[in-house]
């Protein structure tokens, strides 16, 4: 979220609670605002980690505002979108005539978040000398501007992101370790929102919220379902993207299933289970029911989809994230059919 060169920004302090800025209420997502209040009211240095779109600086954001620091300056950059002869300058700021350019005396980013939140996203993008010229203010609580002769001191509360394994970037040499264990007093996982699905509903409601509610889409339950089936590489971010183009070639209409299909960028509709000709062959014909007494439509139903699920674990060598795959279904889901239906996949192996 944090955008470009420009990337350092403040926010006033809003007693918002922390439930809006953190949506849903999946497990996963109670288990993160629980951590956030715990760690809200410390002046501990969080890292927080997780896939890209996931909603790293919303965290940031919502310790930030829920906690003691909340009526002081929060400050955010972007590590990854400052070019690398800049960054020292934009964290510590630099003195009149310290390099060319620099035409006037300019506070630094630390000096702008005194005694409030320094918020470092990307963190794992940051070039090697400047990690050891972070530390260094970390440790010592003082920072001279470039061109300086003075060390100022600064109270600071740091917050970083990455969406990279910086165990891998230590191994690497590319990430100080040191660096790392002063940055990850705590550690915090966000996860993705292929991981919470369920908060989907959430989510588009608190996009939409504000808008003009004429002018929203609506999205029906096969919508919602089929929303809930998308892998969602993009996360938050792509769902939010979603619900705006929604807006935009829905105004003011519910949208079905086949209109999620359009938005995501598909021209045929996605059904629960897998379309027969391209991925599993179509299950065997039963004989034909004759109406001389009740029909047993939920045990005929039942069969039907054990035999679907039976051949897609077979045609996926018993992997059940590939068997959802091709049954359209979430993990999760499937998983709780099989042990309804008793199925082991080791035995289709």
């Known amino acids: 979220m944090s955008s470009n060169i420009c990337a ?23 288990l993160l605002r629980n951590m956030v209040r715990r760690v809200a009211n410390s002046s501990a240095s969080v890292m927080i980690c997780g896939a890209s779109g996931s909603g790293k600086e919303v965290v940031a954001r919502a310790i930030h505002a829920t906690g003691l620091r909340a009526s002081s300056p929060y400050v955010a950059l972007n590590c990854g979108a400052i070019p690398a002869e800049l960054i020292e300058s934009e964290l510590f700021g630099h003195e009149r005539g310290a390099f060319t350019g620099a035409q006037a005396r300019r506070t630094g980013h630390f000096e702008n978040a005194h005694k409030g939140t320094l918020f470092l996203d990307e963190i794992g993008d940051m070039r090697f000398d400047m990690q050891v ?55 915090l996982h966000v996860p993705t929102l292929a991981e919470r699905v369920e908060d989907i509903p959430q989510l588009i409601a608190h996009f939409q ?53 359009q938005l995501l960028g598909s021209t045929a509709p996605r059904m629960n289970v897998a379309p027969r000709a391209a991925t599993l062959p179509d299950p065997v014909p039963t004989k034909p029911q004759t109406w001389d007494a009740p029909i047993d439509l939920k ?22 994230s590939e068997a959802a795959r091709l049954l359209t279904l979430k993990r999760t889901t499937l998983i709780e059919k099989m042990r309804k239906y008793g199925v082991d996949r080791v035995v289709l192996q």
């Not at 191994?171 to 040191?178: E, H, I, K, V, W």
């Not at 054990?306 to 018993?318: F, K, P, S, V, W």
């Open 8 to 30: 350092a920004k403040t926010a006033a302090a809003k007693p918002i609670a922390i439930e809006e800025y953190l949506i849903g209420d999946s497990a996963p997502m109670l």
């Open 209 to 261: 919220r504000g808008k003009n509610s004429a002018e929203n889409c609506h999205f029906d339950n096969s919508a919602i379902a089929q929303l809930q089936a998308h892998d969602w590489p993009g996360n938050v971010r792509e769902l939010r993207n979603i619900v705006e183009r929604a807006n935009v070639l829905f105004h003011g209409e519910t949208i079905d299933a086949f209109g999620v299909d």
């Open 133 to 187: 010229k972070l530390l260094r203010v970390l440790e010592d609580g003082l920072v001279s501007r470039v061109g300086g002769n003075s060390a100022l001191p600064v109270d600071v509360r740091i917050i970083s992101a990455t969406h990279q394994n910086l165990e891998q970037a230590i191994t690497n040499g590319r990430f100080r370790q040191d660096l790392y264990f002063r940055l990850g007093v705590v550690l």
């Open 299 to 320: 045990a005929q139903i039942e069969r039907i989809e054990l035999e679907r699920i039976q051949t897609a674990l077979g045609r996926a060598d018993g992997v059940i």
